[in-house]
């Protein structure tokens, strides 16, 4: 296991790319940043997050442009200029390496494509951590709502055998997340989620991630997903208190425990597991974590 120390540096290094990615990032400056020589800085840097700090910067920015590009009338050249790309012609060409297609083909498609998505280094590391010393889950206070969910697609990448987000990154990678961010045609955020076995075709897992589209979506279905009807159906909708963001894991499994062992028919419902897929919403600490299950009114 990498040091606590190792960790935070490269941690430090993240938020400092992330408050800073519009202006000028030097190696020196991250060194600053972390409290180490700017040799040592880019070593660890490469060795926790597998990229190189330019590289990884060079992404990351190119993901935020690809953004631009599809919510904002914006000219590819003023993009360029915005993310210190020194010319348009460099930008496109940098653009076309990381996407597959000039930025000009996709502001005028913009169809899915595979954003860079970073996860911050501590939280993951934090996570083994957890997971090894079997840290016990969190206690507090759950607000629960039902919702209305309209008929509606869902755009989705089924895992072989994954039961969970980590199992399912370990087969599928954590390149889905940002694909499914980069739809624009996205009802809601992207979710993971689990299927019942009338939306499982024989030999995919259960836990799958994927995102809602209208009924009526007719845009690209990249290679390897799969697009499916989902039906007008009711979710009781769980989230708990904010908590801090390194104890995600131990979030998600106190809530999975009380929804669990909740019984719906205090609120006049009962559960309804073949209708429609429970999902999880990405974990933010700030507004806690929450996930939904599938229910129908009591007669």
Not at 229 to 239: N, R, S, V, Y
Request: glycine share 6%; charged share 25%.
């Amino acid at each position: 296991m990498e040091s606590r120390e190792q960790i935070n540096a490269v941690w430090q290094m993240q938020n400092y790319i992330e408050g800073h990615l519009d202006e000028p990032i030097t190696l020196h400056a991250l060194a600053k940043s972390a409290g180490y020589s700017p040799w040592h800085c880019a070593r660890i840097f490469k060795e926790l997050t597998g990229k190189a700090p330019f590289e990884y910067i060079r992404m990351y920015r190119l993901s935020k442009a690809a953004m631009e590009l599809r919510d904002n009338d914006i000219k590819v050249v003023d993009v360029a200029m915005d993310f210190l790309f020194d010319s348009h012609e460099g930008f496109t060409r940098a653009f076309r390496r990381q996407f597959g297609m000039s930025p000009n083909e996709y502001k005028k498609n913009t169809p899915p494509i595979y954003l860079f998505h970073p996860w911050s280094i501590r939280e993951y590391y934090y996570w083994l951590r957890d997971m090894q010393e079997d840290a016990p889950p969190l206690s507090g206070d759950f607000f629960i709502q039902v919702r209305n969910f309209p008929k509606r697609k869902l755009l989705l990448k089924r895992g072989v055998s994954s039961d969970d987000y980590f199992s399912y990154s370990n087969e599928n990678g954590c390149d889905v997340w940002g694909l499914l961010c980069s739809v624009k045609e996205a009802l809601y955020e992207p979710v993971g989620l689990w299927l019942p076995d009338t939306l499982r075709p024989p030999g995919t897992s259960r836990y799958a991630q994927g995102v809602e589209l209208p009924e009526d979506y007719g845009g690209t279905i990249p290679e390897g997903f799969d697009l499916i009807d989902l039906p007008e159906c009711k979710m009781m909708m769980f989230q708990s208190a904010p908590y801090d963001d390194l104890h995600f894991e131990e979030a998600i499994l106190n809530l999975s425990q009380i929804i669990d062992a909740y019984d719906p028919t205090r609120s006049g419902y009962e559960w309804a597991d073949e209708a429609a897929p429970r999902f999880q919403l990405d974990p933010q600490g700030w507004r806690g974590y929450i996930e939904a299950r599938p229910v129908r009114e009591l007669p």
